[in-house]
């Protein structure tokens, strides 16, 4: 090998070995903000808020396809709130135990609903769904964080008929 050669064949290695330590280094910057940032309780419930107020425009409108996916999103963030928060201060009893009892028979009611097309079951099982809301909020001393059916929908920059 000549010289020239090797000084090529160190410099691609002394690279390549710079780069390895950047990725390591990138890998682990991402993983202390995955360890540091953890969605409160408070904010996981704002989303859901959010969903629950989507899903109802989403059902009035008969877009199936957006109410399935409000749902879907709605069943990831009580994910979130059973992994992240799997005891709060506050309530004694474990939070994911709660979200069963309360959510999984109103969530499925509005599955069923959708899956059929049947804008009265929706409905029927939408109110459901914010009673139980209500419910686990009362049995968990934050009853003043009342949720109701909502009357007008302020997501402006979002379409909400299904197009046809
Ligand atoms: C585990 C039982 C439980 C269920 C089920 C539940 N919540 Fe909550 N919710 C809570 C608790 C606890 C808080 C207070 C959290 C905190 O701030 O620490 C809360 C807070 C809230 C807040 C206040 C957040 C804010 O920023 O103002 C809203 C709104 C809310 N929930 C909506 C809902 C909706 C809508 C549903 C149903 C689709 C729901 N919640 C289902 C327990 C529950």
Redesign the pocket.
């Known amino acids: 090998m000549n010289l020239s050669r090797l000084a090529a064949t160190m410099l691609i290695g002394s690279t390549s070995l710079l780069l390895a330590c950047a990725d390591l280094h990138h890998h682990e910057h991402e993983q202390q903000q995955n360890a540091f940032f953890t969605p409160?309780?408070?904010?996981i419930?704002?989303q859901?808020?959010a969903?629950?107020t989507k899903l109802w425009f989403a059902g009035q409108e008969r877009n199936w396809e957006l109410a399935a996916y409000e749902i879907d999103e709605?069943h990831e963030g009580?994910a979130d709130?059973g992994k992240y928060h799997p005891t709060?201060k506050?309530?004694k009893q474990p939070?994911p135990e709660?979200?069963a009892r309360?959510?999984d028979k109103p969530l499925a009611g509005i599955e069923q609903a959708i899956k059929d097309k049947n804008l009265q079951g929706f409905i029927d099982n939408y109110n459901g769904?914010?009673a139980?809301?209500n419910t686990?909020?009362q049995?968990?001393a934050?009853g003043f964080?009342v949720?109701v059916q909502p009357n007008f929908n302020p997501f402006a920059n979002q379409a909400f008929g299904s197009g046809n």
């Open positions: 409160g309780l408070g904010e419930m704002a859901t808020a969903r629950h709605l009580f709130a709060h506050e309530i939070i709660l979200i309360y959510m769904l914010t139980a809301c686990c909020h049995s968990t934050f964080n949720v």
